[in-house]
């Protein structure tokens, strides 16, 4: 449906979203240079996702993938605002050139992106140690099998 506005329009859709995006880190993050960068990578990657487009076998015309690239440039402006304490932060140690041992995250960060342990106490799970130490249990279970037989 937004597909069928005229082209001008899709092209403003897309660079308010880009601005709102460089807006965005450079409000939080404060490092000019960085919010450069993300401005190139936003236009290449819009540049891009219209290639893209025109390569499939369903042949994406450019105006959806404006329409695709404005609502999805939005959208990773919009997921940003949990972290702007912890950006911010970020954004000055790195000014400061100071780095903190640890930050914390905000409160507001949905579960599955905590880590693992978190979100399954809350589920009522008891996780030991993660990965290696479930590796280091199943070399133990296999050695214990193999030197009872």
Not at 68 to 81: E, T, V
Request: proline residues 3%; hydrophobic residues 50%.
């Amino acid at each position: 449906m937004l597909a069928r506005l005229p082209l001008a329009y899709l092209l403003i859709m897309s660079a308010f979203s880009t601005f709102l995006f460089c807006f965005a880190v450079d409000r939080w993050m404060k490092v000019r240079a960085l919010t450069l960068v993300f401005l190139g990578a936003s236009v290449a990657c819009c540049a891009g996702m219209v290639a893209v487009g025109q390569a499939q076998a369903q042949h994406w015309d450019a105006r959806q993938m404006l329409v695709l690239y404005s609502f999805a440039w939005a959208g990773l402006a919009i997921g940003l605002l949990p972290y702007r304490t912890l950006l911010l932060q970020y954004g000055e140690g790195w000014q400061n050139d100071t780095k903190r041992a640890r930050y914390e995250y905000p409160g507001g960060v949905p579960g599955r992106l905590r880590s693992r342990g978190v979100a399954a106490s809350r589920l009522g799970l008891r996780v030991r140690g993660g990965l290696a130490s479930s590796a280091a249990q199943s070399r133990r279970v296999h050695t214990s099998v193999a030197s009872a037989s």
